[in-house]
């Protein structure tokens, strides 16, 4: 896989060469560099060790981002004391070291964690509670964790996220009764079940009065309008080069602009195929594919869940690049590693 990124890195630059901007560089580098380190990440760890560190490491996120979300919601005001405003891709962000507070003059009543956007952060926690479900026996404190990132999920507001969680918690709903029932009476049994269904239902009640899914159903909602036209549109940009893609040269902007598309889409699948193009995009997806199972090792029916999570994650948000993704493409050794604890 790595030999297949440093040949796809090469044509691209010297296909490219005569648009070589600092900008270009520097998007190109922070794009494939995390692939590299993915690479050294699951050379060095054991694929236990890669789990319990990363879940461990959402957890400490999530916890900081519901106390920051807390503070967004009850006391706006409050939340101006932290923020540091920056201007990245046009646009301003109020951030802080370990929050995204918003955008512009706003402050969010959605939970950002120290991500660009709330949608971004869903796909950090369900993988989080994916290794959870798959590995229950590695974590310590595991129903605790399991709680504050599905507490975390619901306070992001990110529609993905909501159907995300829907669908594995009724696809992988016996890892989720293993995982709070395991070796409990059936009395304590019922209680929790009927606990869980009450909690159930009052989220789903949450999420249809608050309109987040139904709004983003209906054609005057921006953000279900972007994604509606990034997704028809964007597969019309990979023909335009197919074997190598645009990179992240000045024609791939102008090309999307013509389509009445920014640089910030919001489909990955398209904007894999077309930054990278089609035979490199395939082979990501077949290593992708081929990944996933060695990782989890599914039945059959957690096999479809998978993929569906899988499609919905990169049909509505540009994840590809990211070494929580990346990490999939490659194999964990077999052995305790011997440089990092």
Same mark, same amino acid.
């Given at each position: ?11 691209? /630059? ?16 922070? !794009? @494939? ?109 595991? $129903?605790? $964790? ?23 918690? /009724?696809? /992988?709903? $016996? ?13 304590? $049994? ?14 789903? /009640? ?39 893609? @645009? ?36 082979? @990501?997806?077949?290593?992708? @594919? ?8 599914? !039945? ?42």
């Amino acid at each position: 896989m790595l030999f297949v990124i440093f040949v796809e890195m090469t044509m691209q /630059f010297l296909a490219y060469n005569d648009q070589l901007s600092s900008s270009f560089i520097h998007t190109f580098v922070v !794009t @494939y560099l995390p692939f590299i380190i993915s690479f050294f990440c699951t050379a060095l760890l054991t694929k236990e060790s890669y789990l319990i560190k990363y879940v461990n490491v959402l957890i400490v996120i999530s916890l900081v981002s519901l106390v920051c979300f807390s503070i967004a919601v009850l006391n706006p005001e409050l939340a101006w004391a932290f923020i540091t405003k920056t201007e990245f891709n046009n646009s301003i962000y109020n951030i802080s070291p370990f929050y995204t507070w918003g955008w512009g003059i706003h402050v969010f009543a959605r939970n950002s964690g120290p991500f660009w956007e709330p949608g971004a952060f869903q796909g950090f926690i369900i993988m989080a509670v994916l290794f959870m479900l798959f590995t229950p026996g590695k974590h310590k404190h595991v $129903k605790f $964790k399991m709680f504050v990132l599905l507490a975390t999920m619901i306070t992001t507001g990110s529609t993905t996220g909501y159907i995300l969680t829907i669908v594995v918690l /009724f696809i /992988f709903h $016996k890892r989720f009764e293993k995982l709070f029932l395991e070796d409990r009476s059936l009395r304590g $049994k019922n209680w929790i079940k009927f606990v869980v269904v009450i909690m159930t239902v009052g989220v789903l /009640f949450y999420i249809v009065l608050s309109n987040n899914i139904s709004d983003k159903l209906v054609n005057t909602n921006i953000s279900g309008m972007t994604r509606k036209y990034d997704f028809l549109n964007g597969f019309n940009v990979v023909f335009d080069h197919p074997f190598i893609g @645009y990179s992240f040269t000045n024609a791939r902007i102008t090309r999307l602009g013509e389509l009445g598309m920014t640089t910030d889409i919001s489909v990955g699948l398209s904007s894999l195929l077309f930054t990278c193009g089609i035979p490199f995009g395939l082979y @990501y997806l077949w290593r992708l @594919y081929g990944g996933l199972k060695a990782f989890f090792h599914p !039945t059959a029916l957690e096999w479809a869940g998978l993929i569906v999570v899988f499609v919905i994650l990169n049909c509505t948000e540009v994840l590809w690049w990211l070494p929580v993704y990346t990490v999939f493409l490659f194999r964990f050794s077999a052995t305790k590693e011997k440089y990092i604890d």
